[in-house]
């Protein structure tokens, strides 16, 4: 691999645009090489005797000896023919310590030397942009390793105060329990409870000096020393590739040009804070050495293994069942469509029996694989554009599925759902009874049965941690706005807005298991009045959790643009209620209400996405109408997402509008086909909408969590 692409591969993403942009002064030593190449090789003299040479060299110093007195050091460099010289340059403003480096470029009178003068003020910016950023973000973990210090003094206090009066008297000398005086217990919203307690109590709490806060504040502390130990260990890395990167550009410039440039910049590389400063290397060693002592027990093993996790490997039976799964799901495809054809099931009189009460059933499955399907396409080319999605959802490191794990959970979901539909085709009605075997209709129950305890296994199976992640940010969405609102939440909410036939599929299995439908192969679901009525309310349920979830960013952050997209999904769920009134009721007025609303909600819905959400249509942007930043190196696939968004917006919009109906299609497979084209444009959606938060975290230099920390100190009191 060349270094280029392996210097942009162990970038930080959210740091991209502090490293050196060593692909820009490439481009520039290319120029050079091609003017070199062009130019005409000078004529050839004759060379003059040594004799000759000494005398010339003689006569040459004499006749500049006035000029060149007390310029010894330059003569000397004459001598040893260097070619530029590194200087440091302070302005009044700055502080000593800010001080920029400057290269002054002795053959910039030569033919052709114009690109080189432009190479090397290139390279100055470059280095004083990555040692100014280098040293802002030192400043920063010192800082925070203050902070980390008073923590560690209040906890080992705290751990004092809390243990038998034999230990306090042999610690006391070590630690002041002063501190534990002026210091409060910083509550936290983990739960609608605790949320509850915040709201009256305030965001604080008196130390009660029990086990329960000490094992909250280590979990935390611990937490918090990982994520430091991960930003001291990245930080490290930044500082090691960009020296390694001014190496590389250097030796590349010496071999275009011929020259003997880069030992004089890489002396000074080797003399500059970015090479001098040990402060890092200082804190990664102590924050080791206490991590190991205080949450390790002093095992040096587990502790490094705790700051340290192993990177996560792509294991190989993991391909191998995947393409395993996707072959026995063509196959069954393929038996599906055998069967029906053979039988000619389209033209037998339970068609439409079937495709009213049981093809529903199993469209669920296919609703959930269609979702994941477009989740792992998201996936792999978020990690192919180097979209730091893993940071952005919160995922514990080295825990998170890839794309090839949801490809594997999505095919084998489908290769149950095909076989159980191909088992339903194959079972005939009881020809004594009339009516169907209860084993064959509760074939789709016992699958929706399977898939429900494998998410909600409490053993160490199936990727839990990921599914515990689900279930959390799901039971955040239900109690909205009791929990604060973070990406996965909303993220998780807007998924569900897009699953509405699937919620009213859920609402259907109750009605035709609960009500005993399933033994009749009928449906009576909708002559009853509840029935409606809840089918009105499932409907709106995702648009509602997420309209609480944008009012309580709203009080929270006090940032009113919440509230403006809280509006948004208020317009939706009038839209949603009006067309089913419409399609429960009909009339003429009920019919233009139903439009309008739907519209309305439709337009608002298409500027949200394409404006807020993907932050496109920019006017003065320096990509006309799309944004001054871009992750795909092809523009024209924004504006064929765009377009894409609106034909599939309107897609939503006809189904409100009711122009579901069609000779050659059954009203189920219409709503399927609806429903399904929503889910890819959630997912081309969800594309997007994480490359917009990538781009906004890589504008603020934002890698890494906010760990919140256990202990507040009162105003003005610093334990030191």
Not at 398 to 413: A, H, M, R, V
């Amino acid at each position: 691999m060349k270094f280029g692409k392996e210097f942009t591969s162990q970038m930080v993403p959210e740091w991209e645009e502090a490293y050196m942009n060593y692909n820009f002064l490439k481009t520039i030593l290319k120029d050079i090489l091609n003017f070199r190449r062009r130019r005409p090789k000078p004529t050839s003299s004759p060379n003059p005797s040594p004799r000759t040479r000494k005398l010339l060299k003689r006569h040459f110093y004499k006749a500049f000896s006035g000029l060149t007195n007390g310029f010894g050091s330059y003569n000397e460099r004459n001598n040893k023919d260097e070619v530029i010289l590194v200087s440091e340059i302070q302005q009044d403003e700055q502080p000593p310590e800010n001080r920029n480096y400057e290269t002054m470029f002795f053959r910039s009178s030569e033919e052709g030397a114009e690109n080189e003068v432009v190479f090397f003020r290139r390279l100055d910016d470059e280095f004083n942009k990555v040692v100014g950023f280098y040293r802002s973000k030192v400043e920063e973990v010192v800082m925070e390793a203050e902070e980390l210090n008073t923590q560690m003094d209040a906890l080992f206090a705290l751990k004092v105060k809390i243990s038998d009066p034999q230990v306090q008297r042999n610690h006391t000398k070590m630690v002041s329990l002063e501190i534990l005086n002026h210091v409060k217990m910083n509550v936290t919203s983990e739960s609608a409870m605790s949320t509850l307690k915040t709201i009256f109590d305030g965001t604080k709490a008196d130390l009660s000096f029990n086990n329960e806060e000490l094992k909250s504040a280590q979990t935390k502390l611990k937490q918090a020393f990982v994520e430091f130990h991960r930003k001291l260990r990245l930080l490290k890395s930044y500082c090691y590739l960009n020296q390694l990167a001014f190496a590389k550009i250097m030796k590349k410039y010496d071999k275009v040009t011929s020259r003997n440039a880069s030992k004089a910049y890489l002396e000074m590389i080797k003399n500059s804070y970015l090479s001098q400063s040990d402060e890092v290397v200082k804190l990664i060693e102590r924050v080791e050495s206490a991590f190991i002592t205080h949450f390790a027990n002093a095992n040096r093993r587990q502790g490094m293994s705790d700051l340290r996790p192993k990177a996560k490997r792509d294991k190989h039976r993991i391909t191998f069942l995947v393409g395993c799964f996707v072959g026995c799901s063509i196959a069954l495809v393929v038996a599906v469509i055998l069967t029906i054809h053979a039988r000619d099931l389209l033209r037998s009189p339970g068609r439409n029996q079937y495709m009213t009460n049981i093809f529903p059933l199993y469209s669920l499955f296919v609703y959930i694989v269609l979702h994941l399907l477009m989740y792992a396409a998201n996936m792999y080319f978020w990690k192919r554009y180097r979209v730091n999605y893993a940071y952005i959802f919160g995922f514990k490191p080295n825990t998170e599925l890839g794309y090839k794990e949801i490809l594997l959970l999505s095919s084998g979901l489908l290769v149950l759902t095909f076989a159980a539909v191909l088992s339903n085709l194959e079972m005939e009605m009881d020809e004594r009874t009339q009516s169907y075997a209860t084993l064959t209709e509760l074939v789709p129950l016992g699958l929706v049965t399977v898939v429900l305890l494998i998410t909600i296994c409490p053993f160490n199976i199936m990727y839990r941690s990921s599914r515990f992640f689900l279930i959390v940010s799901l039971w955040h969405c239900v109690c909205a706005p009791l929990y604060k609102v973070t990406f996965p939440d909303f993220f998780l909410g807007d998924q569900l807005t897009s699953q509405v036939q699937l919620l009213r599929t859920v609402e259907f299995y109750i009605c035709y298991y609960g009500w005993g439908d399933f033994k009749r192969r009928s449906n009576t679901c909708n002559q009853s009045n509840i029935y409606e009525m809840f089918f009105i309310f499932i409907a709106v349920i995702p648009y509602w959790f997420r309209f609480l979830q944008c009012m309580r960013q709203v009080f929270e952050q006090k940032d009113y643009g919440h509230g403006m997209n809280g509006l948004k999904y208020l317009s939706t769920i009038v839209a949603v209620v009006t067309r089913t009134i419409y399609v429960q009721r009909r009339g003429t007025a009920m019919r233009v209400i139903a439009a309008s609303s739907s519209g309305v909600a439709t337009i608002y819905n298409t500027y949200w996405d394409m404006v807020k959400d993907w932050g496109l249509l920019r006017k003065d942007s320096n990509n006309p109408w799309l944004r001054d930043k871009l992750i795909l190196p092809n523009k024209s696939i924004y504006c064929v997402a765009m377009v894409m968004n609106v034909i599939l917006r309107l897609a939503w919009m006809q189904t409100v509008l009711d122009f579901h109906e069609a000779p050659w299609l059954h009203r189920s497979t219409m709503l399927f086909v609806v429903a399904s084209l929503e889910i890819i444009r959630r997912g081309l959606w969800n594309f997007f909408r994480v490359e917009n938060e990538h781009l906004n975290n890589v504008g603020k230099f934002r890698a890494f969590k906010s760990v919140p920390l256990p202990f507040s100190y009162e105003d003005g009191y610093k334990e030191l």
